[in-house]
């Protein structure tokens, strides 16, 4: 398979690496994946840990 030219507007995330035209969209979709998966495992440990 032969590599894929670059697109000189595209940036590269320092957190992630993947490519985006747009990283300042990039990073606000980025902040907020991590905020609900963040959220999600607060709520699993919580049911986890709630004595019946």
């Known amino acids: 398979m032969e590599p894929t030219p670059q697109n000189s507007t595209a ?3 320092p957190d992630c690496h993947a490519l985006a ?3 300042e ?3 606000r ?3 907020r994946i991590v905020h609900d ?3 999600a495992v607060e709520k699993e440990v919580e049911r986890r840990t ?3």
């Open 11 to 13: 940036h590269e995330c």
């Open 21 to 23: 035209a747009d990283l």
């Open 25 to 27: 969209a990039h990073k």
């Open 29 to 31: 979709w980025h902040s």
């Open 37 to 39: 998966l963040a959220v």
């Open 50 to 52: 709630r004595t019946p």
